[in-house]
């Protein structure tokens, strides 16, 4: 059975019992002053309880007979308009399985129950086709980045195979390059999965020590780069993941320091906690960043200047996928991520997580 047809059978079920007390009420209360037996004697005529039977028991079946039709076709047709959101919410539903995630219900009308349901359908479509548009884009820059440097490696051996007398040890140093890249790259990935899947244990963790940690490590690519290192900050316990707070905190300063002046740059660490949560700012001197260009950073394979495009990247330059790990560790651990461009050049970036 259908539900509208439940709904009909439910209306007229209803309808039905309420006339049928209803009917029973006038009985009862017309039986009260109809004695019971004949009546003689002179003055007009007084019916008794067997005349009153014969002529209600044929008026009471023919209002039970219009009640049941009655209700029957009214709560076909009050069951029909009742459930049309529903038929609007499966025919977007259903459209949506075919992978057509464009389509949306807005359903007009009061803001009752139907219309929170179709709301919330919507907001989660939009959720579902923003992510799904982001992981195609997120597979397409992760093939073009892992193809580079297949294809470099490739390129390499065949002019190592087609000129015997080239330099070997240069060879070796160019392939051991691009295979570093690959690996990057490669366990980039790796960890962006891992954040986005939530699959780690939870424990307090001091902020502050984890800043300490990831300074120190990369304390000898700012030297290289003239870059000066500034950590400041009080104890900020957290509850996550040290394997992942590191490299969220490491890639912060690690794009601070990459991302900076030639010479004279600077890089601010800065650790406070507050009433419910600890915060964690990492600022940066540095080249004016459009602020058209913020929101894009944190996506897969994204800088400043727009999507990587260099095939024979340094290093210590990273693979594009700094902001976007830290994004999304940030939203693993039930924190959020600012990022704000410095009128003078640079960003500040700001992460915000439940404190312990």
Same mark, same amino acid.
């Given at each position: 059975m259908s539900a509208r047809l439940k709904l009909t059978l439910s209306y007229a079920g209803f $309808?039905?019992?309420?006339g049928a007390l209803l009917l029973a009420a006038v009985? %009862? *209360? !017309?039986l009260r002053y109809v004695p019971d037996g004949s009546i003689t004697g002179p003055g007009p005529f007084m019916p008794n309880r067997s005349d009153l039977l014969r002529a209600f028991a044929p008026a009471a079946a023919a209002v039970m007979g219009f009640l049941l039709v009655f209700g029957l076709v009214g709560g076909w047709l009050l069951a029909g308009r009742m459930l049309a959101?529903? #038929?609007r919410i499966t025919l977007v539903a259903r459209q949506t399985t075919e992978g057509a995630l464009s389509h949306r219900i807005r359903?007009?009308?009061? &803001? &009752? +129950? *139907? #219309? +929170? !349901?179709a709301d919330a359908f919507d907001a989660m479509l939009d959720r579902v086709e923003s992510h799904v548009a982001e992981q195609? #884009? *997120?597979?397409? /820059?992760?093939?073009h980045e892992l193809r580079t440097p297949l294809a470099t490696t490739q390129a390499l051996l065949e002019v190592a195979r087609s000129d015997p007398a080239s330099n070997t040890p240069r060879l070796l140093e160019r392939l051991r390059s691009? /295979?570093?890249?690959?690996i990057d790259i490669t366990e980039a990935l790796l960890l962006l999965s891992r954040a986005d899947q939530r699959s780690f244990a939870r424990e307090v963790v001091d902020l502050s020590l984890i800043v300490e940690e990831a300074t120190e490590t990369l304390q000898a690519l700012a030297d290289r780069r003239g870059v000066i290192v500034e950590v400041s900050g009080d104890v900020a316990l957290v509850r996550g993941s040290p394997t992942l707070l590191l490299p969220m905190v490491s890639n912060l300063v690690q794009n601070a320091i990459v991302h900076n002046r030639a010479e004279g740059g600077t890089v601010e660490v800065v650790t406070s906690a507050h009433a419910g949560s600890v915060r $964690?700012?990492?600022g940066n001197t540095g080249e004016v960043v459009p602020p058209a260009s913020v929101s894009t950073l944190a996506e897969p394979f994204q800088r400043g200047a727009g999507r990587i495009r260099s095939h024979h990247p340094s290093h210590d330059s990273g693979v594009g996928l700094g902001l976007a790990i830290v994004k999304s560790i940030v939203q693993a651990q039930d924190g959020s991520l600012e990022i704000?461009? #410095?009128?003078?050049?640079? $960003? &500040? %970036?700001?992460? &915000? $997580?439940?404190?312990?």
């Open positions: $309808l039905m019992i309420a009985w %009862v *209360f !017309l959101p529903l #038929r359903l007009a009308g009061p &803001d &009752d +129950e *139907f #219309r +929170e !349901l195609r #884009r *997120f597979a397409a /820059n992760a093939s691009v /295979n570093a890249r690959a $964690l700012v990492v704000v461009a #410095r009128p003078s050049g640079g $960003l &500040d %970036v700001t992460v &915000d $997580l439940p404190r312990a």
